[in-house]
């Protein structure tokens, strides 16, 4: 990290600025040329999704805000 004075911030405000906004690196997913992911866990499809599932547990759900 580069630290300077309030001098030399004043006199090179611009330069620091610049360095400040300049885009260093960029993430991307890496993906193998030729080759298809191999997915793992919930995300190989071996999990079934219940049709109810966002409504699953509601009513107890419920009860610990409302109460009984």
């Known amino acids: 990290m580069l630290q300077v004075n309030i001098h030399e911030a004043k006199t090179q405000l611009s330069m620091l600025v610049e360095k400040a ?3 260093m690196a960029k993430v991307i ?3 193998s040329p030729g080759k298809q992911q191999r997915r793992v866990g919930f995300l ?3 999990a079934s999704v ?3 599932f966002d409504r699953m547990g509601g009513n107890e759900i ?3 805000f409302e109460g009984p």
């Open 44 to 46: 190989s499809e071996q």
């Open 62 to 64: 419920a009860e610990l």
């Open 29 to 31: 997913p890496f993906v």
């Open 50 to 52: 219940p049709d109810d």
């Open 21 to 23: 906004t300049k885009t």
